[in-house]
Structure formats: structure tokens, C-alpha cells
């Protein structure tokens, strides 16, 4: 999107100022869940959470509520809406699970781990042409798996999922590949965090070290005073020429924090230091640390985000519980980064952006805006560290579906 297009947006301008609309308007909201996550590859679980037939877990694309089944006849993965063909109901409470079937409380109606309707109580009522055939739960229109992360689409009309992913597949390979020859796994499940605030506010954050050493300045009086030495972050963030920020084509953003050359070990020890970037893939996962972030958006202003903890398949008890600790002393619900995240990230600025009637009503991304390299060849962005680069790559893909044949005034 050249600059003269979104001059022409009342949402982004050509010097990047972002209409502080698009974090509170419920329009906007309702626009986001038709234009952006029913019209992308959106992340619904990985291969490990439903490793045999008859696992599933619920799920959510956008808004919509969705089972993610193996099938315990072919072993085939389908993603279905949570929704009994009869009245309505959700027919999968639990957020996983195995089960062969799928039994509505209400009037009983039961389907497959693969959504065929296998039983309707009194079926005799419904007259000779009812056909159960026609009747089974109602499937998404695609799903696809790359590396063990499974995508649904609603869209029937989109690029097959590894041409969506682009050059954000060498980052899910790195991720892939930790560990050791086995891969990853998300077995120790989620822990959660709700916060009343835009789920875009949680995209922005993810891919931000210029935030770090401002909102987390008590982490780093910690780690001062544990280790007798300040962090070398703030350094690093303004003069290491190999942490730098990267718009990756397609909403997709990366910021790494070194090069792509660590390999684990066999037991994946240290596996949060081995992932040296931040990773965005647009429109709602992201990888930060040793966890995988999955956001999703309830309401225009509230927000459920799940992290699940990367450990290594097959590691043993001591290396699982020390990376589960690690992970928890800054990420967890008690921990020191998420809760300065909360208050300062999402609750402040959900604050300020009601002040509304205020004549600047608009964020700034433009920072790095003219000192980022574009590479002619592969079209990557990257600027500094500090640079909002990948702020600018999630908003300009999702600028682009909001406004594609929809004037928003």
C-alpha cells in the first residue's frame, strides 16, 4: 500500500497517524471479524494438543466458536462449528478432551469426532425425508497444517496456507525445529489472561522492545540486583545492529534479537533463549520467549489471551518443570511481565482513548518510517529495533481488508 493510498484513509494517514477509532469503534469491531479473520488463515491449535483420535479442543476464529476433532476413524483433523444442527446449542463444552462423539445436552442430538450425525432421539417426528447425512455439524472452509500449527479459514476463495505464511515460514521452521529431532509440543495446555481492551493492543505490544525498558524497569531492577550488573537491553535496543524489527509481507512481522543460527540441544534446554526473535503472524499468533500467543478478540473492548509454554517432545521432568518456572516468572498470571503489560499497555491506553473529544485523536507508528530499508527483491521492511516497523506491517494488511470494497467514513 503506497503512501497516497492511505492518505486517502480516515483511518491511517500517510504519516502514519492511527485514528484512535479503530481501537474502540464497535463498527470497526464488527468489520474486523467479517474483513480480517473471516478472510485470513487463522491459528486454531497445534497437532500436539490432539495427538490421537478422538482428541479435540474448542476454539475460537474471530468470534466464532469452533471444535478442532482427529478424527477416530481416519485420524483426519476437521475444525467444526460448535453449533448442533437441531437448535443451536453448543454441542462441546470442554476446552479439550477426547471423545468419539459429540452429544448436545439439549435434546441429545450426537455427532462424530468428525461432525456425521449418528444419532437423533425420536428421529421418527422429522417424516422419512429427513436425511442425517446432510445434517452434521458444519465444517469451516479449509483447514491446513504447516509444521504441526493447524490453520481454518472461513474464506473458500484464499491462497493455500503455506503461500499466506511467505517469509514467515522460516521463523515457524526455527520454532519447529527446537527441541530436539521429535519437535515441539503444547502438552502442559494454557494459561490465560483477560484484559478490558482492544485485541489489537496485544499485536502491537508483542512485537515492541521500545516499550521494554520503560514498562518493565522493575523487571530490570531485579535482574540488576540479582546479578550485580544492569541488563544490556536498553544498549541493545538502540545500538545492536542485529536486533532490528522486519514488516514481513502479508501482515506478518518479526523482530529479532540475533541470527537464526542457535540450534538446541537435545533436551531443548534453554529453549526461551533459542528463540531470538519476537514473531507475529497475522491476523492473531504470535511466539514470544518460549511461548506460543494466541489472541482473541471477544468484544471491541475485551480481549482473551491464551500462552502455552513450548517444551520439547520427549524432555524429561526437570528440564518441562524449569522451563514451565522460567516461563511463568515473567509471563504468568503472578509473574512481572504480563501484569505491566495489562496495566500499562492495554488498561492506560484503553483510558486515554476515551478522552475522544481530544483534536489529536490518533496514535503515532511513525517512528523509523523514513530510515526503513525495503529490500527490492523480497520486499521485506526492516528498521531498528526501537522502530515500530512491524507495528506498521500488521496495520497495513489490515488496513487493506477493512477498506477493501467497503468505504469506512
Not at 40 to 56: C, N, R
Not at 151 to 171: C, K, N, S, V
Not at 384 to 408: C, F, H, K, M, T
Request: aromatic share 12%.
Amino acid at each position: 500500500m503506497t503512501s497516497t493510498e492511505r492518505s486517502k484513509s480516515p483511518l491511517i494517514t500517510d504519516k502514519w497517524q492511527v485514528s484512535g477509532r479503530i481501537y474502540r469503534d464497535s463498527t470497526i469491531f464488527e468489520k474486523e471479524m467479517t474483513s480480517v479473520f473471516g478472510r485470513t488463515w487463522v491459528y486454531v491449535a497445534h497437532e500436539s494438543e490432539i495427538p490421537s483420535g478422538g482428541d479435540y479442543k474448542t476454539a475460537y476464529i474471530g468470534q466464532q466458536p469452533v471444535i478442532v476433532s482427529r478424527s477416530s476413524d481416519d485420524n483426519s483433523i476437521s475444525v467444526m462449528f460448535n453449533r448442533c444442527r437441531h437448535r443451536g446449542s453448543a454441542v462441546c463444552q470442554q476446552e479439550f478432551g477426547n471423545s468419539n462423539f459429540f452429544r448436545c445436552a439439549y435434546h441429545g442430538w450426537t455427532y462424530s469426532s468428525s461432525g456425521r450425525l449418528i444419532g437423533v432421539p425420536f428421529d421418527d417426528g422429522y417424516g422419512e425425508s429427513f436425511d442425517k447425512t446432510s445434517m452434521g455439524l458444519s465444517h469451516v472452509a479449509a483447514v491446513q497444517s504447516y509444521r504441526g500449527f493447524i490453520f481454518a479459514t472461513l474464506a473458500g476463495d484464499i491462497d493455500d496456507l503455506e503461500t499466506y505464511l511467505g517469509h514467515a515460514r522460516q521463523y515457524l521452521d526455527f520454532i519447529a525445529d527446537l527441541g530436539n529431532s521429535e519437535g515441539i509440543e503444547l502438552t502442559s495446555h494454557a494459561h490465560k489472561l483477560v484484559y478490558h481492551g482492544n485485541w489489537k493492543l496485544q499485536i502491537e505490544n508483542t512485537i515492541d522492545p521500545y516499550h521494554f525498558s520503560f514498562t518493565h524497569q522493575s523487571w530490570l531492577d531485579i535482574l540488576k540486583a540479582r546479578s550485580g550488573k544492569s541488563s544490556p537491553w536498553v544498549k541493545n535496543v538502540r545500538t545492536n545492529d542485529e536486533w532490528r524489527g522486519m514488516d514481513l509481507g502479508g501482515g506478518h512481522a518479526v523482530h529479532e534479537f540475533g541470527k537464526l543460527g542457535a540450534e538446541a540441544d537435545a533436551h531443548g534446554i534453554a529453549i526461551g533463549e533459542l528463540i531470538p526473535f519476537n514473531l507475529n503472524i497475522f491476523p492473531s499468533l504470535a511466539f514470544v520467549g518460549a511461548h506460543l500467543r494466541l489472541v482473541v478478540p471477544r468484544s471491541v473492548n475485551e480481549t482473551w489471551v491464551y500462552l502455552y509454554p513450548i517444551l520439547p517432545k520427549g524432555a524429561d521432568e526437570e528440564t518441562r518443570t524449569r522451563i514451565l518456572r522460567d516461563h511463568e516468572i515473567f509471563y504468568g498470571s503472578a509473574g512481572f511481565g504480563s501484569t505491566d503489560d495489562i496495566e500499562v499497555g492495554f488498561d492506560r491506553v484503553t483510558a486515554g482513548l476515551e478522552a475522544t473529544d481530544s483534536p489529536e485523536d490518533w496514535a503515532l507508528m511513525a517512528r523509523g518510517l523514513d530510515r526503513e530499508i525495503v529490500d527490492e527483491e523480497t520486499g521485506i521492511r526492516t528498521g531498528r529495533s526501537s522502530d515500530e516497523v512491524p507495528q506498521r506491517a500488521y496495520l497495513r494488511r489490515w488496513l487493506g481488508l477493512i477498506e477493501e470494497n467497503n468505504d469506512i467514513n
